[in-house]
């Protein structure tokens, strides 16, 4: 009987510790945006760069974290340094070029002309204080 | 409905399983990302090929005490120091604590002396995970609690770790249970992967009931080196752990044999995610030989592993994996009789190819030789080919599909079994 209670509570805790978890989940105001871009406008070859930035820039978070996220260019050149540099990226040095050529194309003609639509990139410690709110 | 006092697990599984229903259907779009995932706001694949196979990064991860390696280690300034890595990030029960369940349908079907064909639903397993580093400090936790696996409820592994020194220098120690051979080696050498079970080579036991597939007592060390941006990650790990008793059971307590075993690990990982991995494994435990009859004695042999292992995932698609390893355990037939050995010597291939992100299909051969006191060689062979699909974009729920054949011949015996399984698993995790 003990041991039955006992694993009855375990399952119990179980519950509450994946709500509790549930509760936890980081979501960044830029991951609720949209995820696609309508890049018909854009040049062919941007177009192209920009497939592989939705190929390549998924991998480990959404792609509406850069699609509605705002930097300047030297924040972009970094960002995208640091991602490239990510252990298991897959992004090699070209190719970390194209997606920093498409991010530059779409800042300035997509963002720049309606900043207000979208995010500016979150620090960790703005990070830290959104979870600490939620 | 009477319930056997002998399932306590069944009380377990009947609340956790109507909370994973809650957590299934409730709105929340981010719901079921498993605790490491959450802490970082960043998807499984960060970490695993697909779960739970881990990359290079998931390596260094757990290398560096479950702290995340960091993007902008050019080599022109110091590495940051352990204790500085993910400091703004605060503790919390959800970025700890990770659940995982899995139920399956199999087929199977043995030949052989007992030959039987049945099919079943299972529910594999429900695993609690609480893990993660202690913010600002050296100090790292791991602890899985099984609610239910293979009809068992307990601490699979619970250890402490200290990792010093710097990101791309780092040391660690740690104590606790422990996988013996887990995520510590490249991939071709981790019991984890996109298999339900680990390959044959590793988890096939000699007479002398001996298998890598283990979580002992102990303590462990190692030391971990990378190059600028971690293009390169040299990794050193040693355990000593308590040994085994006569019938396999691990020595917990006191033990007048004061029995310990040792393994040695190096990983060498380079270019985007390969690598190759040399382990050893070196122990003694009392045999007890011809059981339940006027034969029976005691001895203790000396059993010795030794393995090379290495794979190379090509244009970020397809992973080769490939490795060797070589069993010698002391053998003995009589009490009087001289000490002969068993002998193995195995080997593996697997292709694990990724058609897109989060959907692969694999397959693998492993074959092993063995061989007791110079008498002809017994041959075991498995194959298993399969595909998985991850249903969420997290990667944190995934439909598995495997059929597996092993034929394998018992070196003592000569007898022959074959097997032939088809499974089908959903694993989930939150």
Same mark, same amino acid.
């Given at each position: 009987?003990?041991?039955?209670?006992?694993?009855?509570?375990?399952?119990?805790?179980?519950?509450?510790?994946?709500?509790?978890?549930?509760?936890?989940?980081?979501?960044?105001?830029?991951?609720?945006?949209?995820?696609?871009?309508?890049?018909?406008?854009?040049?062919?070859?941007?177009?192209?760069?920009?497939?592989?930035?939705?190929?390549?820039?998924?991998?480990?978070?959404?792609?509406?974290?850069?699609?509605?996220?705002?930097?300047?260019?030297?924040?972009?050149?970094?960002?995208?340094?640091?991602?490239?540099?990510?252990?298991?990226?897959?992004?090699?040095?070209?190719?970390?070029?194209?997606?920093?050529?498409?991010?530059?194309?779409?800042?300035?003609?997509?963002?720049?002309?309606?900043?207000?639509?979208?995010?500016?990139?979150?620090?960790?410690?703005?990070?830290?204080?959104?979870?600490?709110?939620? | 409905?009477?319930?056997?006092?002998?399932?306590?697990?069944?009380?377990?599984?009947?609340?956790?399983?109507?909370?994973?229903?809650?957590?299934?259907?409730?709105?929340?779009?981010?719901?079921?990302?498993?605790?490491?995932?959450?802490?970082?706001?960043?998807?499984?694949?960060?970490?695993?090929?697909?779960?739970?196979?881990?990359?290079?990064?998931?390596?260094?991860?757990?290398?560096?005490?479950?702290?995340?390696?960091?993007?902008?280690?050019?080599?022109?300034?110091?590495?940051?120091?352990?204790?500085?890595?993910?400091?703004?990030?605060?503790? @919390?029960?959800?970025?700890?604590?990770? *659940?995982?369940?899995?139920?399956?349908?199999?087929?199977?079907?043995?030949?052989?002396?007992?030959?039987?064909?049945?099919?079943?639903? @299972? *529910?594999?397993?429900?695993?609690?995970?609480?893990?993660?580093?202690?913010?600002?400090?050296?100090?790292?936790?791991?602890?899985?609690?099984?609610?239910?696996?293979?009809?068992?409820?307990?601490?699979?592994?619970?250890?402490?770790?200290?990792?010093?020194?710097?990101?791309?220098?780092?040391?660690?120690?740690?104590?606790?249970?422990?996988?013996?051979?887990?995520?510590?080696?490249?991939?071709?050498?981790?019991?984890?992967?996109?298999?339900?079970?680990?390959?044959?080579?590793?988890?096939?036991?000699?007479?002398?009931?001996?298998?890598?597939?283990?979580?002992?007592?102990?303590?462990?060390?190692?030391?971990?080196?990378?190059?600028?941006?971690?293009?390169?990650?040299?990794?050193?790990?040693?355990?000593?752990?308590?040994?085994?008793?006569?019938?396999?059971?691990?020595? *917990?307590?006191?033990?007048?044999?004061?029995?310990?075993?040792?393994?040695?690990?190096?990983?060498?990982?380079?270019?985007?995610?390969?690598?190759?991995?040399?382990?050893?494994?070196?122990?003694?435990?009392?045999?007890?030989?011809?059981?339940?009859?006027?034969?029976?004695?005691?001895?203790?042999?000396?059993?010795?592993?030794?393995?090379?292992?290495?794979?190379?995932?090509?244009?970020?698609?397809?992973?080769?994996?490939?490795?060797?390893?070589?069993?010698?355990?002391?053998?003995?037939?009589?009490?009087?009789?001289?000490?002969?050995?068993?002998?193995?010597?195995?080997?593996?291939?697997?292709?694990?190819?990724?058609?897109?992100?989060?959907?692969?299909?694999?397959?693998?051969?492993?074959?092993?030789?063995?061989?007791?006191?110079?008498?002809?060689?017994?041959?075991?062979?498995?194959?298993?080919?399969?595909?998985?699909?991850? *249903?969420?974009?997290?990667?944190?729920?995934?439909?598995?599909?495997?059929?597996?054949?092993?034929?394998?011949?018992?070196?003592?015996?000569?007898?022959?079994?074959?097997?032939?399984?088809?499974?089908?698993?959903?694993?989930?995790?939150?």
């Amino acid at each position: 009987m003990q041991r039955t209670f006992q694993a009855m509570m375990l399952g119990l805790a179980s519950i509450v510790l994946a709500l509790v978890a549930q509760e936890s989940n980081v979501v960044l105001p830029q991951d609720k945006g949209p995820d696609k871009i309508d890049v018909s406008a854009y040049p062919a070859e941007i177009q192209k760069d920009y497939k592989l930035f939705s190929s390549k820039c998924s991998k480990c978070h959404t792609i509406a974290r850069p699609i509605n996220t705002l930097m300047s260019r030297d924040e972009w050149e970094r960002y995208v340094k640091r991602m490239m540099h990510k252990p298991n990226s897959g992004i090699s040095e070209s190719q970390g070029k194209e997606i920093f050529a498409f991010l530059m194309h779409d800042q300035i003609n997509r963002k720049d002309k309606n900043p207000k639509a979208f995010f500016r990139a979150l620090s960790d410690e703005e990070i830290e204080k959104l979870k600490t709110q939620k | 409905m009477k319930l056997s006092r002998r399932r306590p697990w069944i009380w377990a599984a009947i609340p956790a399983f109507a909370g994973l229903f809650f957590i299934l259907v409730y709105p929340e779009p981010s719901a079921a990302v498993p605790a490491f995932a959450r802490k970082y706001g960043v998807k499984c694949y960060s970490c695993h090929t697909m779960p739970p196979a881990l990359n290079k990064t998931g390596y260094m991860f757990k290398r560096l005490g479950y702290r995340m390696p960091p993007d902008e280690m050019d080599g022109t300034k110091p590495a940051p120091k352990i204790s500085e890595l993910d400091k703004a990030i605060s503790w @919390n029960l959800g970025n700890a604590v990770a *659940l995982l369940a899995q139920g399956s349908f199999s087929a199977d079907k043995t030949g052989g002396e007992e030959a039987s064909s049945k099919s079943s639903f @299972n *529910l594999d397993k429900a695993l609690v995970f609480a893990g993660g580093a202690l913010p600002q400090t050296n100090f790292s936790y791991f602890v899985e609690f099984k609610l239910f696996e293979d009809g068992e409820s307990g601490i699979g592994q619970a250890s402490v770790a200290y990792t010093g020194g710097r990101a791309n220098s780092s040391f660690f120690g740690k104590a606790g249970r422990m996988l013996l051979q887990e995520g510590e080696g490249t991939r071709a050498a981790m019991m984890f992967n996109l298999f339900p079970e680990a390959s044959t080579l590793l988890t096939a036991g000699s007479p002398v009931n001996f298998s890598l597939d283990q979580a002992p007592v102990g303590v462990g060390g190692g030391y971990t080196w990378a190059s600028p941006y971690f293009k390169q990650v040299l990794g050193l790990s040693a355990k000593v752990t308590n040994g085994l008793n006569a019938d396999g059971s691990e020595i *917990l307590f006191d033990s007048q044999r004061n029995s310990k075993d040792f393994w040695f690990d190096a990983d060498y990982w380079f270019g985007p995610d390969g690598g190759v991995t040399f382990m050893t494994y070196n122990g003694r435990k009392d045999q007890v030989q011809n059981q339940g009859t006027p034969d029976e004695f005691t001895y203790r042999p000396t059993i010795q592993r030794y393995g090379l292992f290495g794979n190379y995932l090509f244009f970020d698609k397809l992973d080769l994996l490939g490795g060797y390893l070589r069993s010698r355990d002391d053998w003995k037939d009589t009490l009087n009789g001289a000490t002969t050995a068993f002998t193995v010597n195995g080997y593996r291939g697997e292709a694990d190819y990724y058609l897109q992100r989060g959907f692969a299909v694999m397959g693998r051969y492993d074959r092993l030789s063995q061989t007791i006191a110079g008498e002809p060689a017994a041959r075991t062979t498995a194959w298993a080919v399969g595909a998985q699909k991850a *249903l969420t974009e997290l990667g944190n729920v995934i439909l598995r599909a495997t059929y597996s054949h092993e034929h394998n011949t018992d070196p003592v015996s000569g007898s022959v079994t074959t097997d032939n399984l088809f499974k089908v698993d959903l694993r989930l995790m939150w």
